[in-house]
């Protein structure tokens, strides 16, 4: 199985730190209310302006985070200590913040956005230095916030597999330290999943980076004890030791990497491996589950950088799919 190597993980971390401070070209989630709202990127948002999104900004901070705690001698460490250190400052935050509190910020980026926030968080937090922490903390408690607000009105779940997909939503969350928030994910990971059987698995769609069936799946593995999920799985895809439904077992094909839906599909087959490793353990043919996992990240991993529709996000997913 292909794993995060030292060299691999400073290649990541290149491809990052060309990109997170990198404001153009950028694809906005912006409401105007007014003439004076028409504003840059980086005169909105003072730390994720980069990575042609908010969100894709965010992941990639998560990722060179995560690599620079996993891998504090690789060459690019001075780098990010350098970049964290310049944007991840209480000002800084506390313009993020503003952005927030705006009325017609209610939902931005909800909930991908969000819940790529808080898994940042959670990797800072586990830093031995907690100055980043410290200082992202605000902007944490925020999104805290809005899922607090946000779940109690959302009556059902959103299975596509992109952005709005909310089990994907729930796993990253999940992993912030907070427990009346994770008591929250969890009540309602079971009010919307808890009696899904027999996933058909009717995917993937052109422009998925998430299989709406392996997330689902590894949300409730992630909130649920060993015992209660066990059945849970059997019965949610109950003919996996058959193989079946055999899209999951195959990498999706991305026929032009520069179009940045097409892109999405290279994603999905990180996405999934990811899915795949953690489940393996849990499946009827755990080495199936695994060879699932490793064709996917071969389909995949070679695209990574390239051409920047994929580039400005894919790594972290590759990241999430090494373990």
Known sequence: MTTLTPELANHFADVALGHVAREYPNKLDHVLSGPADARTPRDLHKVFYGSFDWHSCVHGYWMLA??????????????IRALFDTHLTPANIEAECAYLRR??????????????????????????DRTWSDALAPLAAMFVDRFTLFLPLATYPIRAGVHTNTAFAIRLAFDYPHAALRDLLTETARNWYADDVDCQAWEPG?????????????????????????????????????????????????????????????????SRAWCWRALAPYAADPKAARHAAQIHIDASL???SGDYMGEHW??????????
């Not at 705690?69 to 001075?78: E, G, H, K, S």
């Not at 991908?112 to 940042?120: C, D, E, S």
Request: hydrophobic share 50%.
């Open 103 to 128: 009325p017609a910020a209610r939902g931005f980026e909800r909930p991908y956005g969000w819940a790529w926030l808080l898994k940042l968080a959670a990797e800072l937090a586990l830093h031995d």
């Open 206 to 270: 052109g422009d998925e980076f998430l299989s709406p069936a392996l997330i689902e799946a590894e949300c409730m593995r992630a909130i649920l004890s060993e015992a209660a999920f066990r059945p849970w799985f059997d019965r949610f895809l109950p003919r996996l030791g058959q193989g079946l439904p055999a899209t999951l077992f195959s990498p999706a094909l991305a026929s032009d990497r520069s179009d940045g839906k097409i892109a999405h599909l290279d994603g999905l087959n990180l």
């Open 302 to 304: 070679p695209h990574v």
């Open 66 to 79: 995560h690599l620079y705690r996993r891998f504090p001698a690789m060459p690019n460490a001075p780098a």
């Open 314 to 323: 894919l790594a972290s997913f590759a990241v999430l799919a090494l373990g």
